[in-house]
Nanobody, 123 residues
Framework: QAQVTESGGGLVPAGGSLRLHCSAPTWSFRDYDMGWFRQAPGMEREAVACIYASGRREYYAESVKGRFTISRDNTENTLHLQMNGLKPEDTAMYYC????????????????WGQGTQVTVSS
């Protein structure tokens, strides 16, 4: 797996929205289930959402259900995360990567993480 690039993070007030983007300039992830993950300072990295390679199924962490929506455009080789109703506890660095996309979303072993994009939600 080669590098991915995440963007779209920022500082927003609680209740605000952001749309994150992920691209892979040097490889095609159209054949991979993909996911978004996040890591807050001092915390373990956790899964947020994932989507099948076909785009036909998605899974979400309980903490973001109903607020976040994952999507992908395989023709553009991009992955997105629409985040609405943001809460201070959503503050973290967000990463995209191939995912084991099922109820218990996981990143494969030896995942090569990108730089991430910082999301900060003020109270």
């Amino acid at each position: 797996q080669a590098q991915v690039t995440e963007s779209g993070g920022g500082l927003v007030p609680a209740g605000g929205s952001l749309r994150l983007h992920c691209s892979a300039p040097t490889w095609s992830f159209r054949d991979y289930d993909m996911g978004w993950f996040r890591q807050a300072p001092g915390m373990e990295r956790e899964a947020v959402a994932c989507i099948y390679a076909s785009g036909r199924r998605e899974y979400y962490a309980e903490s973001v259900k109903g607020r976040f929506t994952i999507s992908r455009d395989n023709t553009e080789n991009t992955l997105h995360l629409q985040m609405n109703g943001l809460k201070p506890e959503d503050t973290a660095m967000y990463y995209c990567a191939p995912a084991v996309c099922e109820q218990n979303i996981q990143a494969p072993a030896h995942t090569k993480w990108g730089q991430g994009t910082q999301v900060t939600v003020s109270s």
